[in-house]
């Protein structure tokens, strides 16, 4: 089992729709949480941090979820601008090792 | 302020050659990392340099070695290159706290024939 997963999707979305893209993490002492934006021959941009209580930045809200081990995105009201690949990444234990999600890609059609 | 750079840009060797992809910030970041990028496989840590002077293996470090030659630069060095190297790789720098984000470089294309 890969340390943190994600669903490789795509999703396409209209323009305006809500979507919602869930990864999962197997070592109960990651530290801290984060979703990333990659756009196409790009490097990953942070996107947020995600905190226990949950934290929202405009359209966007991110969730973690200790118990199940999961961190979440959702993106209310998508705009074509939104179409790039979400990476999670996982701070282990220790503080300085990374692990990343291998991406969901979003595609919002017109 | 650059944030982080990467040379080269795009390299293409042929099997067996040796190169050095360079990454400097100027962020007076305390940690810094190397990634390699391959389609369905996400980003994996090859190395990575908690502070000046440490460095450690990542998830695949076969076939690369690493200097941290200052605070400002981490090396990657492929010794001898196999066409199982033709990959995107990534570095990236952290201020060196666990809830800071890293700061990715704008990445080196590496083709391997």
């Known amino acids: 089992r890969k340390e943190v997963e994600q669903d490789p999707g795509p999703f396409n979305v209209p323009e305006g729709a809500t979507v919602a893209f869930n990864c999962t993490y197997s070592n109960s002492a990651s530290q801290s949480f984060f979703w990333y934006r990659q756009d196409c021959r790009k490097e990953p941009k942070l996107l947020m941090s995600?905190?226990?209580s949950g934290n929202e930045d405009g359209r966007f809200t991110a969730q973690l979820n200790r118990a199940s081990q999961y961190i979440s995105l959702l993106i209310r009201d998508s705009k074509l601008s939104d179409s790039a690949t979400y990476l999670c990444?996982?701070?282990?234990?220790?503080?300085?090792?990374?692990?990343f999600g291998a991406g969901t890609r979003l595609f919002v059609k017109a | 302020n650059a944030g982080v750079t990467q040379t080269p840009k795009f390299q293409v060797l042929k099997t067996g050659q040796s190169m050095t992809l360079q990454c400097a910030q100027d962020m007076n970041h305390n940690s810094m990392y190397w990634y390699r990028q391959d389609p369905g496989m996400g980003l994996r840590l090859i190395y990575y340099s908690a502070s000046e002077g440490t460095t450690d293996k990542g998830e695949v470090p076969n076939g690369y070695n690493v200097s941290r030659l200052n605070k400002r630069e981490f090396s990657l060095r492929l010794e001898s290159a196999a066409p199982s190297q033709t990959s995107v790789y990534f570095c990236a720098s952290l201020r060196g706290t666990v809830k800071e984000t890293q700061y990715f470089g704008p990445g080196t294309r590496l083709l391997v024939l």
């Open positions: 990444a996982v701070v282990l234990s220790g503080g300085f090792k990374t692990i």
């Open positions: 995600v905190y226990s």
